[in-house]
């Protein structure tokens, strides 16, 4: 009888550690990343250069690359210039885009790609893919996974609170988003991958049951753990699917209806779960997202990221429009404005206004 089997796209090594980044040259040398050190940092003009002045005594064979922005134009800017180097690796060292960015650029040149996540505003951090500024607004690129994942503590807790929170909103949201593909397999007889869902509702449940905070180290090291594995979920599967739902699809209406004030991605996804678990009648669940959210300080209702109640009804009945092709509780609702105005009161009703 055959033994099958297959390989899972992941990371060599993850290290999620207290100044796991004074560790970086032993842990790729002891990995065979790059013995040599000779490596390509991509780094912001901001916080980045203030690690770049700790990291560059410790890796001297290492150049070192300023991003500007998160735009394609600033990834291909950065392939051009580490092309034909003979780097051992490309180091992305930052947040969600100098990652991004880091991440297409190491794939066009066809190097590794090392994440050091200096921030866990969300779960692309650990991801297959670019999420970049293009001419036509934001695009998806699809990219290989980092070999390795590196998250220092020190430096997350050294970031704004506020990344930390969206991060939380980002993890607890792929519940939803499990929810949606499992209604779509129901409806419509979409594949669910199982090994790639049971990775992002366990790393979602770990956050949302967690009774620790943003200042605990133990609750940061779920959190980081929670969104490297939805990263390696959406390897398993492809796709963004494993924690793209309805929640995502209302994070973008926000996005392009209200580009000038749209909020953190964390902020936005939580609250769209939260209202997605209330309209597939998960009002017990509903009510404890919005409980958890709370209580990290996160939104649960439009007014708290500066949106009236008549805006969020627009960007619901816009979202199903974001993603032509995925079938969540929005699509098959398929409710009338005045159908999503009676949803939403219900929904402020139910967890207290």
Same mark, same amino acid.
Not at 131 to 139: A, K, Q
């Given at each position: 009888?055959?033994?099958?089997?297959?390989?899972?796209?992941?990371?060599?090594?993850?290290?999620?550690?207290?100044?796991?980044?004074?560790?970086?040259? +032993?842990?790729?040398?002891?990995?065979?990343?790059?013995?040599?050190?000779?490596?390509?940092? %991509?780094?912001?003009?901001?916080?980045?250069?203030?690690?770049?002045?700790?990291?560059?005594?410790?890796?001297?064979?290492?150049?070192?690359?300023?991003?500007?922005?998160?735009?394609?134009?600033?990834?291909?800017?950065?392939?051009?210039?580490?092309?034909?180097?003979?780097?051992?690796?490309?180091?992305?060292?930052?947040?969600?885009?100098? $990652?991004?960015?880091?991440?297409?650029? @190491?794939?066009?040149?066809?190097?590794?790609?090392?994440?050091?996540?200096?921030?866990?505003?969300?779960?692309?951090?650990?991801?297959?893919?670019?999420?970049?500024?293009?001419?036509?607004?934001?695009?998806?690129? +699809?990219?290989?996974?980092?070999?390795? &994942?590196?998250?220092?503590?020190?430096?997350?807790?050294? @970031?704004?609170?506020?990344?930390?929170?969206?991060?939380?909103?980002?993890?607890?949201?792929?519940?939803?988003?499990?929810?949606?593909?499992?209604?779509?397999?129901?409806?419509?007889?979409?594949?669910?991958?199982?090994?790639?869902? #049971? &990775?992002?509702?366990?790393?979602?449940? #770990?956050?949302?049951?967690?009774?620790?905070?943003?200042?605990?180290?133990?609750?940061?090291?779920?959190?980081?753990?929670?969104?490297? $594995?939805?990263?390696?979920?959406?390897?398993?599967?492809?796709?963004?699917?494993?924690?793209?739902?309805?929640?995502?699809?209302?994070?973008? %209406?926000?996005?392009?209806?209200?580009?000038?004030? #749209? #909020?953190?991605?964390?902020?936005?996804?939580? $609250?769209?779960?939260?209202?997605? &678990?209330? $309209?597939?009648?998960?009002?017990?669940?509903?009510?404890?997202? @919005?409980?958890?959210?709370?209580?990290?300080?996160?939104?649960?209702?439009?007014?708290?990221?500066?949106?009236?109640?008549?805006?969020?009804?627009?960007?619901?009945?816009?979202?199903?429009?974001?993603?032509?092709?995925?079938?969540?509780?929005?699509?098959?609702?398929?409710?009338?404005?005045?159908?999503?105005?009676?949803?939403? @009161?219900?929904?402020?009703?139910?967890?207290?206004?």
């Amino acid at each position: 009888m055959p033994v099958l089997t297959r390989l899972i796209p992941s990371p060599v090594v993850v290290d999620i550690s207290r100044g796991a980044i004074g560790d970086l040259a +032993g842990l790729l040398a002891d990995q065979r990343i790059s013995s040599s050190g000779k490596l390509a940092f %991509a780094v912001s003009d901001g916080s980045g250069q203030k690690l770049r002045e700790k990291l560059s005594p410790l890796l001297p064979g290492a150049d070192w690359y300023s991003v500007s922005d998160g735009t394609i134009d600033s990834a291909v800017q950065l392939a051009d210039g580490i092309k034909g180097k003979r780097y051992d690796a490309v180091v992305g060292l930052g947040g969600g885009k100098i $990652l991004d960015v880091t991440k297409y650029a @190491a794939a066009r040149v066809g190097l590794p790609m090392v994440a050091v996540a200096t921030n866990l505003s969300h779960d692309g951090i650990c991801s297959p893919v670019s999420t970049l500024d293009n001419d036509n607004g934001r695009g998806s690129y +699809g990219v290989p996974t980092p070999i390795a &994942m590196v998250i220092d503590l020190d430096v997350i807790r050294a @970031a704004p609170a506020r990344f930390v929170r969206s991060g939380i909103g980002d993890a607890i949201s792929n519940i939803s988003a499990i929810a949606d593909w499992e209604l779509s397999r129901q409806v419509t007889g979409e594949a669910v991958d199982g090994l790639a869902a #049971a &990775m992002a509702r366990t790393a979602g449940e #770990a956050v949302l049951r967690h009774p620790g905070g943003v200042g605990d180290d133990e609750f940061l090291t779920v959190l980081a753990e929670g969104l490297v $594995l939805s990263g390696i979920a959406m390897s398993i599967s492809g796709d963004t699917r494993p924690s793209s739902g309805a929640c995502h699809e209302i994070s973008h %209406a926000f996005d392009l209806l209200f580009p000038k004030r #749209a #909020a953190s991605h964390g902020e936005q996804v939580g $609250l769209g779960a939260a209202f997605a &678990m209330h $309209l597939r009648g998960a009002v017990e669940e509903s009510g404890l997202f @919005a409980d958890v959210l709370r209580r990290h300080g996160l939104p649960v209702l439009p007014h708290e990221i500066g949106f009236s109640a008549d805006e969020f009804v627009q960007a619901v009945e816009y979202a199903p429009q974001t993603r032509p092709g995925r079938f969540t509780i929005l699509e098959h609702l398929n409710l009338s404005t005045d159908q999503i105005k009676d949803a939403y @009161a219900d929904y402020a009703k139910a967890i207290g206004s």
